[in-house]
């Protein structure tokens, strides 16, 4: 560290610098030796764990989404470098083939169709939409396709009784996917500036730790 001295009425008489931290700067670098990438390696498995947890959070302040279905759609993985078993860096990806299904975004059936709320605080109306249960056993907002055939199917009701009835092809509802979710408005800016202090800070902290450790 540099200051400037000063004696009496202001004047300047010369420059100090501080030697003993110049010193105490090489003496750690010598101690560090070549663990620098060993600590940014950590770092980066450390932001791979976590960025996944920050995205999940930013995302659910704004959408009216529950905590399992966003990691359930999302996936954060280290990257290599190409040739390379170093680690460079955290890839998080979002599930993007298909949308999440209207019902999970606090979907109720109503006399108009199915209402929902995609983001806090706002609910919508899907009108003529209604909740049926499909063939794989799971409930859906689904929505009859304007036009299609109709065919007859047979049916036993809740008496045993055989029943007959013509079936229209139905189509489910999905919103946003979690890809769209994570690419909306500033939030890859957001989450970058927290995957670069979290990488800063937690090289910082290996670094002071091994140093406290073998000097």
């Known amino acids: 560290m540099a200051r400037v001295l000063r004696e009496r009425h202001?004047?300047?008489?010369?420059?100090?610098?501080?030697?003993?931290?110049t010193a105490a700067f090489g003496r750690d670098m010598e101690l560090l030796?070549?663990?620098?990438?060993?600590?940014?390696?950590?770092?980066?498995?450390?932001?791979?764990?976590r960025l996944s947890v920050e995205a999940r959070r930013d995302i659910q302040a704004e959408y009216n989404i529950t905590a399992t279905r966003v990691r359930n759609h999302m996936r954060a993985t280290v990257v290599r470098g190409e040739?390379?078993?170093?680690?460079?860096?955290v890839r998080l990806t979002g599930q993007w083939k298909r949308g999440i299904g209207l019902l999970n975004f606090s979907g109720r059936q109503t006399r108009k169709g199915v209402t929902y709320s995609v983001y806090r605080g706002r609910r919508q109306l899907e009108a003529h939409a209604f909740i049926a249960r499909m063939k794989s056993g799971n409930l859906h907002a689904v929505q009859r396709i304007p036009g299609a055939k109709?065919?007859?199917?047979?049916?036993?009701?809740?008496?045993g009784k055989q029943r007959e009835r013509m079936d229209q092809p139905l189509?489910?509802?999905?919103?946003?996917?979690?890809?769209?979710?994570l690419a909306k408005g500033r939030r890859p800016e957001r989450l970058l500036d927290y995957s670069r202090n979290l990488l800063r800070a937690d090289v910082e902290r290996q670094i002071g730790s091994y140093l406290r450790n073998h000097r």
């Open 150 to 159: 109709t065919w007859k199917r047979t049916y036993t009701d809740r008496k």
């Open 33 to 49: 030796g070549n663990r620098i990438p060993w600590f940014q390696e950590r770092a980066i498995q450390t932001l791979a764990r």
């Open 83 to 89: 040739g390379s078993a170093r680690l460079t860096g």
């Open 171 to 181: 189509d489910v509802l999905y919103r946003s996917t979690v890809a769209q979710m």
């Open 10 to 21: 202001g004047r300047t008489t010369g420059v100090s610098f501080d030697i003993d931290g």
